[in-house]
């Protein structure tokens, strides 16, 4: 492969300046950054191991973990040997467990786009499917393709290409693939059923949806209860005569940025395989729960042995399972209570979930476990740290990932007593300074308009009583996330989280705020009135933070400064063009600036044929407020992001020049939204460490 050679000259210098700590530091950035982080967790469908894929600075592989009987063993089974921002995803275990199939290259958010390439390489990044024995030898290309599904005999390979449903026969290794039909639609969502004689999927065509099914034995293709609605997520009965799935209404909002706290209801329907007739068995009621919301676990919806189809719901205002027989009827709430339900996992005997949520301990998150029959669930995990994305292995075996509030995401196991033991602690850097890391407080304050907002204090260790120190406020992205009293399980927030730990090494006191909109705190907090493009009622949340901050004695009331990512950082801009008196300086990392301008990333938007909404959307940008913006701020972002348009900082840029306002801006060629490069991760919070150095403490840039 021909890679990029040159290096400019201010990288290197950058990275020479991370090598050791400045005087009075605690620790680098770069051993802050240093822990692999991991994610795609799976179990083998027999034998008991476990993989998932780590993130090392960048260099992405798949790693095996062994029973031994005293413990795991542990070995990487790809050899990534750069940060050369290539991704590793859609993994899955052949049946037998005897090899791994993933997909390397590509854009795994936006699958449709071509392939990311911000290492430059210059032969560019293609997207493939791969396969590699477990054992770590014989690695192959299969195909050009993502989303692969192996069938559950293992015979065969189906996957997408070109937006088209391909087959690959992996018992004949010199089979070439094949297209298995033409279709229309988006195709997604791949699941064989488990006799392997149907693939279903759904297809996704803009206003509707279906779901398809491709019969091997007649090869015959066919779609299941048709309508003018929006089918997805389907799952296959166990005896492989039916499918359910999800119906929404075909005007179903997409991402717009705007509170939906009712629609029309959505509902749950099966259909008979062998004649695509369909039947619903439920449907939401009218009010909280009648717009559609998944959770985090990538299926919605489980088929139990007793013929129930488990399923997500918030009809309560809080996200809950609940349990509804295949034949109709009521619905039974499986997890009652004031908390929401994120990662679900179902037993292989089909008869026991076991979910992570934020029961009894709002701003972390635990495992429990509840029959799918229904009785009172039994806490698993406790303790101050936190356990998501829980995976069983077929002889029950329970894996997950961890972490707490000094040692971030780790893979491990949990004992029938609760008590965890990683799989590998060998992989924490041996410099990783985890002894030297703060315990963020739990702490809520009033916004402006006496909401009451959550969020994570941190404080330095060497704070003296009497002293006052600057301060700076993280607002998250998504907006659909909850940042946590500790390392979070996405890799986007892990990072935020080390850099409010850097931060706070180098003196600052940290805010970290779940601000209105955000998950974790039911229906109504997330669908928050006139919350983003609706009017941006989180900056009541922006100015509670700043005003809590000032009214801290250990603070320095003019020396307060805000930063955030994506939603985080068009908060920061908020703060910074209506507030410019209470926050110091910001930086903003690829943040939203006109929302008329997003809202087109994400659907189709005319501002002149809703012109009311428009106004509306536009009031609630920064670029409407740019000229009461006073305060310096970096500017961060790649331009091949596409989750926020380049365009945004562009504009923003050209307004704050036109306006005087002092800012400084760094550019990504070819980098995307969530950094895929390591370094551009480091050499960004770096110059925004130094921005605030310079702003907030006077120091020399």
């Known amino acids: 492969m021909i890679r990029r050679v040159a290096v400019c000259v201010f990288v290197l210098s950058l990275c020479a300046a991370l090598m050791r700590p400045a005087a009075g530091q605690a620790f680098t950035l770069q051993q802050v950054m240093s822990a692999p982080f991991p994610s795609q967790l799976h179990a083998a469908p027999k034998g008991g191991a476990f993989l998932w894929v780590y993130d090392n600075q960048g260099r992405r592989d798949i790693w095996v973990a062994d029973p031994t009987g005293r413990g795991y063993k542990l070995r990487r089974v790809t050899n990534d040997t750069a940060d050369d921002g290539i991704e590793i995803g859609e993994i899955s275990w052949t049946p037998d467990a005897k090899h791994i199939v993933y997909v390397r290259g590509g854009d795994f958010e936006f699958p449709e786009r071509p392939s990311p390439n911000p290492d430059l390489l210059t032969p560019g990044v293609r997207q493939d499917i791969w396969m590699v024995d477990a054992d770590g030898a014989n690695t192959r290309k299969l195909a050009a393709g993502r989303n692969p599904a ?35 639609g988006i ?8 006799n392997s004689q149907y693939l279903a999927w759904s297809s996704g065509r803009g206003d509707h949806g279906f779901i398809g099914l491709f019969n091997f034995a007649t090869h015959t293709l066919g779609y299941l209860d048709p309508s003018t609605c929006i089918d997805r997520e389907p799952v296959w009965s166990p005896d492989s005569r039916s499918v359910a799935f999800i119906r929404l209404p075909s005007h179903t909002p997409g991402i717009d940025f705007r509170p939906h ?32 919301r998944s959770g985090e676990s990538g ?31 009521s619905a039974s709430e499986l997890t009652p209570g004031d908390f929401e339900v994120d990662y679900a996992a179902l037993s292989h005997d089909r008869r026991t979930l076991i979910f992570s949520s934020n029961q009894n301990d709002i701003d972390r998150r635990h495992l429990w476990q509840v029959s799918v029959s229904g009785g009172s669930p039994r806490q698993l995990t406790h303790g101050d740290g936190l356990e998501v994305i829980p995976v069983l292995s077929p002889n029950g075996t329970l894996a997950v990932l961890r972490s707490d509030a000094r040692l971030p995401l780790r893979p491990a196991i949990v004992a029938r007593s609760g008590t965890l033991r990683d799989m590998a602690p060998q ?13 963020p407080q739990q702490v809520i304050f009033s916004a402006a308009d006496g909401l009451r907002i959550h969020g994570q204090l941190f404080q330095p260790a060497s704070e003296r009583p009497g002293e006052k120190l600057p301060a700076i406020v993280f607002f998250h992205g998504g907006s659909r996330r909850q940042m946590l ?38 229906l109504d907090f997330r669908e928050a009135l006139h919350y983003g493009a609706d009017g941006a009622s989180e900056f009541n949340d ?41 926050f110091s300086a910001g930086v903003d990392l690829h943040g939203v600036h006109d929302w008329n301008l997003e809202l087109q990333n994400w659907g189709p938007w005319n501002p002149l044929a809703h012109p009311n909404a428009a106004r509306i959307a536009w009031r609630s940008s920064p670029l409407a407020d740019v000229k009461t913006w006073k305060s310096p701020v970096l500017l961060i972002q790649g331009d091949d992001d596409r989750n926020v348009q380049f365009s945004n900082t562009v504009r923003l840029a050209a307004a704050l020049k036109a306006q005087g306002v002092p800012f400084e801006e760094h ?21 925004g460490a130094q921005f605030f150095d310079h702003y907030l403490r006077g120091l020399p840039q």
Not at 153 to 172: C, E, F, K, P, V
Not at 427 to 439: E, G, K, S, T
């Open 542 to 582: 922006v100015t509670g933070a700043g005003v809590y901050l000032r009214g801290r004695a250990d603070v320095e009331p003019d020396h307060i400064g805000v930063w955030g990512g994506s939603y985080g950082g068009y908060l920061t801009a908020l703060a910074l063009a209506r507030a410019s008196n209470l």
């Open 299 to 329: 299926h919605p919806l489980y088929w139990t042995a007793d013929n129930h189809i488990v399923f997500p719901w918030e009809g309560s205002g809080w996200l809950h399972l609940y349990s509804i027989s295949t034949s109709g009827g």
């Open 667 to 687: 550019v990504f060629p070819d980098e995307i939204h969530d950094f895929l490069l390591h370094r551009d991760w480091v050499t960004a919070y770096t110059l």
């Open 150 to 184: 192996i069938s559950p005999d293992g015979s065969m390979m189906a996957y997408i290409n070109d937006n088209q449903i391909w087959t690959l026969d992996l018992r004949d290794p010199s089979a070439q693939p094949a297209q298995l039909f033409y279709g229309r």
């Open 485 to 522: 009293l500790g390392w979070h399980y996405m890799g986007y927030y892990s990072n935020d989280y080390a850099m409010n730990q850097y931060l706070v090494s180098l003196g600052y006191i940290v805010l970290s705020v779940n601000y209105r909109s955000g998950i974790g705190y039911g």
């Open 427 to 439: 992989m924490i850097p041996a410099d990783f300074p985890a002894n030297r890391l703060v315990a």
């Open 261 to 292: 706290r009712a629609g029309p209801p959505w509902s749950i329907r099966i259909a008979d395989a062998a004649t695509g007739q369909g039947r619903r068995i439920w449907i939401a009621h009218s009010g909280p729960g009648s717009v559609f």
């Open 187 to 194: 195709p997604g969502s791949l699941i064989w059923s488990p």
